[in-house]
Nanobody, 115 residues
Framework: VQLQASGGGSVQAGGSLRLSCAAP???????????MAWYRQAPGKQRELVGS???????IYADSAKGRFTIARDNSKKMIYLHMNNLKVEDTAVYYC???????WGKGTQVTVSS
C-alpha cells in the first residue's frame, strides 16, 4: 500500500492547515475497511498518535489534538484529512498518515508553526 500525504507547510501560531492523505493503490472495497490514522514526530521525540478514524467515521484523538484537530475520510476518493486549527508552536512536527489495518506508512509532510 502506498500512502501519499500532502498539505504541510509553515503557519503562524493560531493558524490552520489541512493535511491530506491518498491511498491510490488500494482498491475501494479494501480501502473502506481500513482504520486510518495520523501520527506526528517532532524533532528529538518519538512518533506519536494524533488520532484515528474507522471505516464508519468514528474518531479518537490524542489529548493534545482534542478540540483543535479533526480527522475526516472520504471513502469515495480514498482520502483522509487532518484539519488542524488553532495551531501551536508545539504542533511543529513531521506528520504521517498510517493504515492501522495494514501497518503501512506514507511519507511524512512537514508542519512548522512559528510564534
Amino acid at each position: 500500500v502506498q500512502l501519499q500525504a500532502s498539505g504541510g507547510g509553515s503557519v503562524q501560531a493560531g493558524g490552520s492547515l489541512r493535511l491530506s492523505c491518498a491511498a491510490p493503490r488500494l482498491i475501494f472495497s479494501t480501502y473502506v475497511t481500513h482504520v486510518m490514522a495520523w501520527y506526528r514526530q517532532a524533532p528529538g521525540k518519538q512518533r506519536e498518535l494524533v488520532g484515528s478514524i474507522t471505516r464508519s467515521g468514528t474518531t479518537i484523538y490524542a489529548d493534545s489534538a482534542k478540540g483543535r484537530f479533526t480527522i475526516a475520510r472520504d471513502n469515495s476518493k480514498k482520502m483522509i484529512y487532518l484539519h488542524m486549527n488553532n495551531l501551536k508552536v508545539e504542533d511543529t512536527a513531521v506528520y504521517y498518515c498510517h493504515s492501522e489495518t495494514s501497518n503501512d506508512w506514507g511519507k511524512g509532510t512537514q508542519v512548522t508553526v512559528s510564534s
